[in-house]
T-cell receptor, first 114, second 115 residues
Framework: NAGVTQTPKFRILKIGQSMTLQCTQDMNHNYMYWYRQDPGMGLKLIYYSVGAGITDKGEVPNGYNVSRSTTEDFPLRLELAAPSQTSVYFC?????????????FGPGTRLTVT | DQQVKQNSPSLSVQEGRISILNCDYTNSMFDYFLWYKKYPAEGPTFLISISSIKDKNEDGRFTVFLNKSAKHLSLHIVPSQPGDSAVYFCAARGVGAGNNRKLIWGLGTSLAVNP
């Protein structure tokens, strides 16, 4: 199993541009998450999904959109990129019934907006 | 307003000694506490967890202790190895459903284990 994969690994955007961060998992997890981690900070939840067709906002959703058309894929869309969105983005997935809430993470996408 | 606090940004220990990483929380509405380990340029990986109804959980060299009255948990690594050098995050899972069930993360503690 590849686990959780994310593309691209790095990206530089100009202010106002848009892009989609891709996330795929092959563990048949029904829960998926997008986090951002700013330098020296913990992870903040952007959006999450409890299954195909169902998404909901996390703590910091402004400036982002998501969709979940399949169990495997959970892309994150940035419209009108701003310098405040410079961060490392992590996608994660988990089982709904996991007792302890363990999440499996991808390697991250480092995004710089200039 | 940080609900999960890791007050030590960094820790340095000698190989073979014990590493103790601390975490405090301010909200009693958590049912699980988890520790994740993160190497540079990688995503966090799950290390060990503890239920809020327990006070200790052990897995090999890793033990987590929970003191509910003090709202404090600690991760002990014995013996520490150079490969343990990483950033360690404490996370707490909220009770309830939906957004309340999310993980709340501390800022992390960078552990350096010196040979």
């Amino acid at each position: 199993n590849a686990g959780v994969t994310q593309t691209p690994k790095f990206r530089i955007l100009k202010i106002g541009q848009s892009m989609t961060l891709q996330c795929t998992q092959d563990m048949n997890h029904n829960y998926m998450y997008w986090y951002r981690q700013d330098p020296g900070m913990g992870l903040k939840l952007i959006y999450y999904s409890v299954g195909a067709g169902i998404t909901d906002k996390g703590e910091v959703p402004n400036g982002y959109n998501v969709s979940r058309s399949t169990t495997e894929d959970f892309p994150l869309r940035l419209e009108l990129a701003a310098p405040s969105q410079t961060s490392v983005y992590f996608c994660a997935s988990s089982w709904q019934t996991d007792l302890r809430g363990e999440q499996y993470f991808g390697p991250g996408t480092r995004l710089t907006v200039t | 307003d940080q609900q999960v606090k890791q007050n030590s940004p960094s820790l340095s220990v000698q190989e073979g000694r014990i590493s103790i990483l601390n975490c405090d929380y301010t909200n009693s509405m958590f049912d699980y506490f988890l520790w994740y380990k993160k190497y540079p340029a990688e995503g966090p990986t799950f290390l060990i967890s503890i239920s809020s109804i327990k006070d200790k959980n052990e897995d090999g060299r890793f033990t987590v202790f929970l003191n509910k009255s003090a709202k404090h948990l600690s991760l002990h690594i014995v013996p520490s190895q150079p490969g343990d050098s990483a950033v360690y995050f404490c996370a707490a899972r909220g009770v309830g459903a939906g957004n309340n069930r999310k993980l709340i993360w501390g800022l992390g503690t960078s552990l350096a284990v010196n040979p």
